[in-house]
């Protein structure tokens, strides 16, 4: 099992990425999929998530209108559009597999993580 992270990088406030979670080795069409950060010196916290069938998603109050997240079952491809970017926001992200999205705990499997670092 393999999930591999991509599209974060370092951005001014006010911008955007996007991140990608490509996963193998799994069933990915019938898992809950989501994504959680952790900044140097805090606990992970969940971000969002989205169910298997892509119709419920979830998101922390700090990505509420903010970031968006949707999922390729064809291509076993999660996504995370993020705008409006905060410094705030700059931690390691990672993509999990399996996760319970009303509490994001769970994620039998888990990505490498991919750095987002916001400039003022």
């Known amino acids: 099992v393999q999930l591999v992270e991509s599209g974060g990088g370092l951005v001014q406030a006010g911008g955007s990425l996007r991140l990608s979670c490509t996963a193998s080795?799994?069933?990915?069409?019938?898992?809950?999929m989501g994504w959680l950060r952790q900044a140097p010196g805090k606990e992970r916290e969940g971000v969002s998530c989205?169910?298997?069938?892509?119709?419920?998603?979830y998101y922390a109050d700090s990505a509420k209108g903010r970031f968006t997240i949707s999922r390729d079952n064809a291509k076993s491809t999660l996504y995370l559009q993020m705008n409006s970017l905060k410094p705030e926001d700059t931690a390691m992200y990672y993509c999990?597999?399996?996760?319970?999205?009303?509490?994001?705990?769970?994620?039998?499997?888990w990505g490498q993580g991919t750095q987002v670092t916001v400039s003022s």
């Open positions: 989205i169910s298997w069938n892509g119709v419920s998603t």
């Open positions: 999990a597999a399996a996760l319970n999205c009303r509490d994001y705990k769970g994620g039998a499997y």
């Open positions: 080795g799994l069933t990915f069409g019938y898992l809950n």
